[in-house]
Nanobody
Framework: QVQLVESGGGLVQPGGSLRLSCAASGRIHGINVMGWYRQDPGKQRDLVASISSIKTVKYGDSVEGRFTISRNRAGTTIFLQMNNLNIEDTGIYYC?????????????WGQGTQVTVSS
């Protein structure tokens, strides 16, 4: 089992910045992907950004160039630096970890942290 603890959400004005953190503990496989997803009311969770255990990075189209994902050297914590935030970035941000085993994976989610961009 894997536990994910998120922090760093809050209220920010348009154009501002926030930094999210997600600390993972438990059975973290050597080959894994960690990332952030955002869920808007009534919609599915969409990828914001992800980073693999070999540092491969992906970003959602709407955040490319504004958000930066990184992970610590131990590979157990990821960070999402969010700059130039706009109202459309508002939502619940969920941390995700996928342990990759050949052709299968085990997926875990955090409880989510609210990000609100408003003037």
């Amino acid at each position: 089992q894997v536990q994910l603890v998120e922090s760093g959400g809050g209220l920010v004005q348009p154009g501002g910045s926030l930094r999210l953190s997600c600390a993972a503990s438990g059975r973290i496989h050597g080959i894994n992907v960690m990332g952030w997803y955002r869920q808007d009311p009534g919609k599915q969770r969409d990828l914001v950004a992800s980073i693999s255990s070999i540092k491969t990075v992906k970003y959602g189209d709407s955040v490319e160039g504004r958000f930066t994902i990184s992970r610590n050297r131990a590979g157990t914590t990821i960070f999402l630096q969010m700059n130039n935030l706009n109202i459309e970035d508002t939502g619940i941000y969920y941390c995700n970890l996928q342990n990759i085993y050949g052709g299968s994976k085990a997926e875990f989610w955090g409880q989510g942290t609210q990000v609100t961009v408003s003037s």
